[in-house]
Each structure stands twice: as C-alpha cells, then as structure tokens.
C-alpha cells in the first residue's frame, strides 16, 4: 500500500469526476475599473484619472482585537460603546428644516397648493346614473360616504382660497376633523 492511500487520498478526490464541478463564469468576477455608463453612479470625471485616497492614519492597527490574546478576551461592552460614532445623515438634518408637513410623515413637503380638507365624494349633475349631455367637468360635493372612499376619492381635497401671503394661510388653517 501507498502512503496515499493509507492516508485516505485516493479514496476522496475533491476534483474528480464524480463531484460536480462549476464551469468558469464567462466573466471574470472583478475586471478593474468600471466604465461610468456601466454603473449607477456617474460622478463627472474619467474613473482613471480619480484616482485613489488613502485614510489620514491607520484605522485598525491601535484597534482592539488585532492580537491573538485581545480576540480570545474579546472587547467589553464599555469598549464598543467608546467605538460608536453618530450616524452622519441624522447630524446633517437640521432640528426643524420646514420641510416635513406632518409629525410622523414620511417628509414630504409641506404643498400650501393643498387643504386638509377631504372633499368627499364628487358626483356629476346627473348623480352618475344618466347619460352626460353637457361634456364639462363638473361635480357636486355630496360628503364621505361612510369613511369608505375609494384612494382616488380619499386624495381630492378642498383647496382654501388663495390668501394674500402664505403666512396668512398657514394662520387661517383650522386642525382637520379627527377620523
């Protein structure tokens, strides 16, 4: 018997033919540098002549856990608490920018163009059932229908009258009836 097979090495052959083996992707995984129409981001200038920017100082060479002995001890709570360091887009925000319309929205801007009042359901002269004669728009106010509007319905809303400055509007708002 051979030392290879007294070791088990021709007993299991990873690269033999009963094992499946993947064929080679098409592309190679990382080709360099990417071409700006081939990406998302295009920030104006050649990639090539970008260029690279190494960090001021080294980042992890006084960091805990770069040894043997600090990666069995591991790092204490306190220690990775001493790390964290706040979330930039939250420092960049201002503490009321104006922007947001509600508390609690999704910060959508404030539209002075539009009431929070609902409007309810619009329905035609001829309450929708008979043939239209006139062909122009027109539609009467007739109330939510039991807080069962459709989402169409539900985002038509009644646009006050256009005072003479935006502050006067914004004086003029009454709270929208709870729902």
């Known amino acids: 018997m051979s030392a290879d097979s007294v070791n088990g090495d021709d007993l299991y052959d990873p690269t033999g ?37 190494p960090p001021e100082r080294p980042l992890a060479v006084e960091h805990q856990g770069t040894t043997a002995s600090e990666q069995n001890q591991g790092e204490s709570l306190d220690q990775r608490l001493a790390e964290e360091e706040p979330d930039p887009a939250l420092q960049d925000a201002l503490p009321d920018d104006g922007i947001g319309d509600k508390p609690g929205g999704n910060g959508e801007p404030r539209d002075d163009e539009v009431g929070d009042d609902r409007a309810g359901r619009l329905v035609a002269p001829d309450e929708g059932a008979h043939e239209d004669d006139e062909k122009d728009l027109l539609a009467e106010d007739v109330g939510i229908s039991g807080a069962a509007a459709s989402a169409e319905e539900a985002a038509v809303h009644v646009v006050p009258e256009a005072p003479e400055s935006t502050e006067e509007l914004r004086e003029s708002r009454e709270p929208p009836p709870a729902r």
């Open 17 to 53: 033919d009963d094992v499946y083996q993947p064929d080679e992707p098409d592309e190679p995984l990382y080709e360099g540098i990417e071409e700006p129409e081939d990406t998302l981001i295009d920030r104006g200038a050649d990639p090539y002549d970008e260029g690279a920017s």
